[in-house]
């Protein structure tokens, strides 16, 4: 048996970590073969370093989530101060201080009247349990038959059976795993720049809502339990949805007793430019997913937040039938809390509204590069769409050389991101002026040389 503290020099731990370790998403022995997987060590506001000592803007914040920075020790003090104190209590069986604390201040700041949270461990066990809240909640009103839930074409809502079965991701995830869940249907998002109905806002009066509420009628609006959408889809491309889309679709669901899911485990907790992108079009969701920026990533969980109207179904007898095991653990309420307390008191959701401005300005005048297709973002979440040719909007090959060289670039410039025909750009929220300035100065750079080296400028 090899003892663990016997990997304390860089060859045996990376020779244990390819052997013992399998990186999500990622093949077997993905350390050795994939220069883009690495061991991180250190990391300090919007700076990470890996075990060879290189250093990289995080542009990606972690994985879309660690909002408030890097190297937070106030969180961990937090979360010390916790465990030494009540690190676990059953979840059915009790509840703790931090977890009504972060309840009660959740409720203060999330839209609306979403005043009741029901806590997990992640993104994708929020989605879970928030299908499973709107199913039981229409039982509970003697509409037993609304099972049914309408997700969107390329949005993505967790890696979960219910969660990936509501993604509109199945070309990725139907090999390996279907059937999926029953009852799942899926519509057009509200992509302007690749329309599915070939039409341009605003003569296109919406389309993309009135298919859900198309949707709903043909299904029958009583066998429909919920609609669920990202405000701001990520994993679409940043697909930022026209004026009006959140009104109208809102109506909808209130017109057919059909609940809305609104998915802010992305865009929550600053990274728009508000606390919650619900907000920047006065949107209230029936329930409400959120995770990642609940705690910057310093410890796992996520929640659900319902209005009053979805709580009075669960009254009496009427118990939620759903559980998790982590569900409100201490420890990491307490990290929830200590990541708030920096958000607010630092100002980060202002900083993401104005470092964000300057982001989507600098990334605006990267469109002289022929291969920049369409720029969007709000806040600190923005995308750059790479197309081969910008006037018939042609996509590279996902895994042509082209975008595999932009890649390699990006890594070789220092800046860790996701980059394929989308290059996703969610910076830690505590980015100065300085750290957006050379994103841009690194992406033009990338580009540039991608362009060059197959002759596209």
Request: proline share 4%.
């Amino acid at each position: 048996m090899v003892d663990p503290s016997s990997l304390s020099n860089e060859s045996a731990l990376k020779e244990a970590g390819n052997k013992h370790i399998l990186m999500h998403g990622s093949a077997y022995q993905a350390l050795a073969t994939d220069s883009g997987k690495k061991i991180l060590v250190e990391g300090n506001g919007v700076i990470v370093k890996d075990i060879d000592g290189n250093e990289y803007i995080d542009a990606l914040a972690g994985l879309w989530l660690v909002n408030v920075g890097h190297g937070r020790q106030e969180i961990g003090d937090a979360m010390a101060r916790q465990a030494g104190t009540l690190a676990y209590a059953s979840s059915t069986q009790a509840t703790t201080i931090p977890a009504i604390q972060l309840a009660t201040r959740l409720a203060e700041i999330t839209p609306g009247d979403q005043t009741t949270a029901f806590f997990c461990s992640g993104g994708s066990e929020s989605v879970e349990s928030a299908i499973k809240i709107a199913r039981q909640y229409h039982y509970h009103n003697g509409q037993p038959k609304r099972q049914k839930v309408i997700g969107r074409r390329g949005s993505y809502h967790g890696g979960t059976y219910a969660a990936m079965s509501v993604s509109g991701t199945r070309p990725v995830s139907d090999p390996y795993h279907s059937p999926f869940m029953p009852g799942v249907l899926h519509a057009s998002p509200p992509n302007c720049y690749r329309c599915d109905f070939r039409a341009t806002f605003p003569s296109c009066d919406l389309l993309c809502a009135g298919q859900i509420d198309q949707i709903i009628e043909y299904e029958n609006p009583e066998t429909v339990a919920a609609v669920i959408a990202e405000p701001i889809s990520a994993s679409n491309g940043i697909v930022i949805p026209p004026d009006g889309y959140w009104k109208r679709l809102r109506e909808i669901c209130d017109k057919h007793g059909v609940l809305l899911i609104t998915d802010e485990v992305i865009n929550g907790f600053g990274r728009t430019g508000k606390m919650f992108a619900s907000n920047h079009w006065d949107l209230v969701g029936d329930i409400l997913t959120m995770a990642k920026g609940l705690s910057s990533g310093y410890a796992p969980i996520g929640g659900v937040m319902c209005r009053p109207h979805i709580m009075e179904a669960f009254q009496g007898d009427n118990k939620l039938s759903h559980l998790l095991t982590y569900g409100g653990h201490a420890v990491a309420c307490a990290a929830a809390l200590a990541n708030l307390d920096i958000l607010e008191g630092e100002g980060l959701v202002d900083n993401s509204a104005k470092m964000g401005a300057r982001l989507l300005k600098g990334l605006e005048e990267l469109r002289s590069h022929p291969t920049v297709g369409d720029v969007r973002g709000l806040g600190l979440i923005c995308g750059v769409e790479i197309v081969k040719d910008g006037a018939t909007k042609e996509k590279f090959s996902e895994s042509g050389e082209e975008l595999k060289t932009l890649a390699d670039n990006l890594h070789d410039r220092g800046l860790l991101t996701r980059a394929a025909s989308i290059i996703s750009l969610s910076p830690p929220l505590c980015i100065s002026a300085d750290e957006v300035d050379r994103i841009i100065d690194i992406l033009d750079g990338a580009i540039g040389d991608m362009e060059d080296k197959f002759g596209l400028r």
